[in-house]
């Protein structure tokens, strides 16, 4: 089975059909998705903002992640629920839509990002916890991670209009 017709057998599913169908459930799943990469996307900007010594220069990265985290792995399930369903409702329409594709590709890069830094990078971060400027390789996952999202965000509006 072909990806295409996997896409097209989600995409007639009775659940996809009354999602796609409904005047009010596919907006507001649209909605908490909005919201949801909102409180993904914010979150983790604060955190790559003080990896830049933009923000919270006085306190420590360990710190300022610590307590952000738990609010991004919120966003992280919503955005992912509610994106799933969208899928769903419009798999075979997502399908050949390079704007989706894209932002796939990007979701896959920007989950590694903090995968690879948490695993090299933040490792060693109690030699530069306190540092106003967080050491060149974490400022350079920050501004690829700001990038990423930042692509992810405008890939995902194009959707609509491919």
Known sequence: ????????????TNLATAIRESDYVFPIIETVHVLAITLLAGTVAIVDLRLL??????????????????LTWAGFAA???????LFLAEAAKSYANP?????????????LNPLIFHSTIYRN????????????????????????????????????YY
Do not use: H, Y
């Open 125 to 160: 971060v109690a030699s530069w916890d306190e540092a106003p400027v967080a050491p060149w390789r974490a400022r350079l996952t920050a501004i690829l991670s700001l990038t990423l999202w930042s692509g992810i965000i405008v890939a995902g509006r194009a959707i609509a």
């Open 1 to 12: 089975m072909s990806l295409l017709q996997i896409c097209q057998w989600l995409n007639d």
């Open 53 to 70: 010594g933009v923000i919270f220069k006085r306190e420590r990265v360990s710190q300022v992640a610590g307590q952000i985290l738990p």
């Open 79 to 85: 955005m992912f629920l509610s994106g799933a369903l």
């Open 99 to 111: 704007a989706f594709r894209f932002k796939m590709l990007l979701l896959v890069v920007a989950g």
